[in-house]
């Protein structure tokens, strides 16, 4: 099974950015655990505060891979361009937010991509990753 996990602005401060929301450690070295949880998978990461590189990203795996967590950060609730590319493409998405969006601002509380999604999944930490990659078991 061939999984990219994309991330998007501000995801490349885990660990230093709001710990108290984000928590202390780094997608680097949550990457290399998950990895290893799941050695079966190749993963691919990318990450960028560039919405356009998020898209182009979608458009260039979205018809090869098993299968898209999409953590499109304040995107999310912004963005109608990558919800187009979501639905765009053939790769299914799961959608990952590391807190419960809906425990925060209003303006968290929608989505644009998650109707284009196969699932979305929040509040659990970084552990919304792994439940998003489990998830994918059941789509291949």
């Known amino acids: 099974m061939k999984l990219i996990i994309i991330n998007g602005p501000n ?13 202390n450690d780094s997608f680097d070295s949550y990457f290399e655990k998950l990895k290893g ?6 993963f691919t990461y990318f990450q960028s505060n560039i919405e356009g590189e998020i898209i182009n990203k979608l458009h260039e795996v979205g018809f090869d891979f098993d299968g898209i967590v999409l953590n499109a950060a304040a995107y999310t609730h912004t963005s109608v361009a990558i919800a187009d ?15 419960n969006t809906h425990a925060r601002e209003e303006f968290r509380h929608k989505s644009f ?18 439940l998003a990659i489990q998830s994918f078991f059941k789509f291949t």
């Open 11 to 23: 995801l490349n401060l885990l660990g230093k950015r709001e710990p108290s929301i984000y928590g």
């Open 37 to 42: 949880d799941f050695p079966n998978i190749t």
């Open 113 to 130: 991509i998650a109707k284009n999604a196969k699932g979305v999944i929040l509040g659990f930490g970084l552990d919304s990753y792994k």
């Open 85 to 99: 590319a979501v639905k765009a493409i053939e790769t299914p998405v799961v959608e990952v937010h590391i807190s």
